[in-house]
């Protein structure tokens, strides 16, 4: 009882003292802003290229849920960037999907080329759909989870030193990844283990799915 009481005490004051300060965002995360502001009309919300403007112009943009998949890094970059051309066939790697394809490296600087790669990576690769909005999961996170899992959500939080407690690494997919959404939703509402606090009555169920959407980002 001890424990708890101390653990809440300075939970509180924590909370109270860092609710306003956000986490840095994983790169993932900020490439899914960047796709949802320029790509997801063409691309589609799952970037399977069923977007409704390619649909009004009659083009077929690349599924990125399988395209990207065979792509390195360096040649993600040349097709957003519309720069580089192939070697054998001379043609302009930018258009390698689609002549409809935007140039965007007058747009977007080297990180968010970067943090965008990481978001279709996500995509890609996926083995969970995003629940809820994972820009309301940071906030959240930052608020109520960061104090043990840590502001890059490495489980390195203030409290596991001061309780001496090992939270869940959610930088980690190879633990993220095999609890699918249904299960971390209910160790978020009804608590797991003798520390993970039950967070029923205080977070609804759109909040915890916002949460868990922002947790598989930050494994990605």
């Given at each position: 009882m001890k424990v708890w009481i101390y653990l809440g005490v300075i939970a509180v004051f924590y909370i109270f003292e860092i609710s306003e300060v956000s986490a840095n965002p994983p790169p993932a995360y900020e490439g899914r802003r960047l796709f949802?502001?320029?790509?997801?009309?063409?691309?589609?919300?799952?970037?399977?290229?069923?977007?409704?403007?390619?649909?009004?112009?009659?083009?077929?943009?690349?599924?990125?849920t399988t395209t990207v998949r065979s792509r390195s890094d360096t040649i993600l970059r040349k097709i957003i960037t519309g720069e580089g051309r192939q070697t054998i066939t001379g043609r302009d790697r930018h258009n390698l999907l689609s002549e409809a394809m935007p140039e965007w490296k007058d747009v977007f600087s080297?990180?968010?080329?970067?943090?965008?790669?990481a978001?279709?990576?996500?995509?890609?690769?996926?083995k969970h759909d995003l629940m809820g909005d994972p820009e309301v999961?940071?906030?959240?996170?930052?608020?109520?989870?960061?104090?043990?899992?840590?502001?890059?959500?490495?489980?390195?939080?203030?409290?596991?030193n001061l309780i001496g407690i090992t939270p869940m690494d959610h930088t980690n997919p190879n633990e993220t990844n095999r609890l699918d959404n249904e299960t971390l939703v209910k160790s978020i509402l009804d608590g797991k283990g003798r520390?993970?606090?039950a967070w029923r009555g205080i977070?609804?169920?759109?909040?915890?799915?916002?949460?868990?959407?922002?947790?598989?980002l930050l494994s990605n």
């Open positions: 949802v502001s320029y790509c997801q009309l063409c691309h589609g919300v799952g970037g399977k290229g069923d977007g409704p403007l390619a649909k009004a112009m009659k083009i077929e943009p690349a599924d990125l080297d990180d968010q080329i970067n943090a965008l790669i978001y279709l990576r996500f995509l890609s690769n996926k999961g940071m906030r959240l996170y930052a608020k109520y989870c960061q104090v043990c899992h840590g502001e890059e959500g490495d489980g390195n939080g203030i409290m596991t520390f993970m606090p977070l609804s169920r759109s909040d915890v799915e916002a949460l868990v959407s922002y947790i598989r």
